[in-house]
């Protein structure tokens, strides 16, 4: 059965008589998730500094949240999770993503540097992937100056951005430079060819559609190369092995009533198959984007605890683990 909570959300989200996704523009859409955000927006946690990096590369600046738990100072090295936010690389930006962040931040006791990677179709793939990994560099890079612990790193995201996140592990896995230890991945993007049942089963009522889906990777996609490149598809049957042994431990959490639910699934699996330590979870009530909704939705709060305590264990271990 669907969560009650989040029905009630998709009904009010329909109430507002919104075209559907495929007939808005990338503006468009990206006003509407702001809105949505301020109406299903988790609790916004304190903590001890947000500030913004801005990040110069060759293809222009890109910003860098940076949050630190409450009673860290300035020159403390704490263990940090980079964070790419969902939004099919069209929409979500900082601000969509600023109360996941607060909580991480608060409740794991470590930094967290969120990154507002270039959107398309004004930027098409690989621009995400090249931005996220060049901030993770940059942050392995000026670890002193901000505080990091660059031998305590996690990659997270949900979404687009779980799907950042793997790959990016899998681009820094044999940098010696780099020492990713975990990976947190919220109901991530692993098959952009929509070859797996949910694509079709969850399509259509519960808010993500498969219409939606197409739309998304219509403007971040071109042509069909990507579809044998491993920063678009992880899944790739033939790359799996070469590219997913020796990444860092993971928790993927999933969505029963989410389009994407069976490459999440089919992901971890993976992960498991190429001896990477995988934990699966899925929220079997609950619709795509449901830990961004804590507002509303309880099991939301829940899912981000699930995420403290992993990522406590692995970044933390001298901290009690708070689930």
């Known amino acids: 059965m669907l969560d009650p ?82 939004g099919g690389f069209v929409v979500g930006n900082l601000e969509s993503h600023d109360s996941v962040c607060r909580y991480l931040a608060a409740e794991a006791g470590c930094a967290v540097v969120s990154v507002d990677y270039r959107l398309a179709p004004e930027h098409r793939f690989p621009a995400a992937f090249d931005d996220c990994v060049a901030a993770t560099r940059y942050v392995v890079g000026h670890a002193k100056a901000l505080g990091v612990d660059a031998t305590r790193m996690a990659v997270a995201g949900d979404s687009a951005g779980g799907q950042l996140a793997t790959v990016v592990a899998m681009a820094l896995r044999d940098d010696p430079a780099i020492n ?46 990507w579809r044998k490149d491993w920063r678009a598809m992880p899944l790739q049957e033939g790359i799996r092995e070469d590219r997913l042994q020796g990444l860092p431990d993971c928790l993927v959490i999933s969505a029963g009533f989410d389009p994407l639910r ?32 804590g507002g509303v939705v309880d099991e939301a709060n829940l899912a981000l605890d699930l995420c403290v305590s992993a990522l406590r264990r692995a970044l933390r271990p001298d901290l009690k683990a708070s689930v």
């Open 262 to 293: 069976d490459e999440a699934r089919a992901y971890a699996d993976a992960l498991s198959a190429a001896g990477v330590k995988t934990n699966y979870v899925c929220f079997e009530r609950q619709i795509h984007g449901f830990a961004t909704m």
């Open 180 to 225: 990713l230890t975990f990976q947190l991945l919220l109901y991530p993007i692993t098959d952009p060819s929509m070859s797996h049942p949910s694509i079709q089963s969850n399509g259509t009522g519960y808010m993500l559609t498969e219409r939606g889906l197409r739309y998304y990777y219509g403007h971040y996609f071109e042509g069909d190369a």
């Open 5 to 86: 909570q989040a029905k009630a959300l998709i009904d009010q989200f329909a109430a507002q008589g919104n075209p559907p996704l495929d007939q808005q523009t990338p503006a468009q859409a990206r006003a509407l998730r702001a809105v949505r955000t301020e109406i299903s927006d988790g609790p916004s946690m304190a903590v001890e500094s947000v500030t913004t990096i801005a990040m110069e590369q060759a293809d222009g600046p890109i910003n860098l949240r940076h949050y630190r738990p409450l009673g860290s100072r300035a020159d403390q090295a704490l263990p940090t999770i980079m964070f790419f936010h969902g």
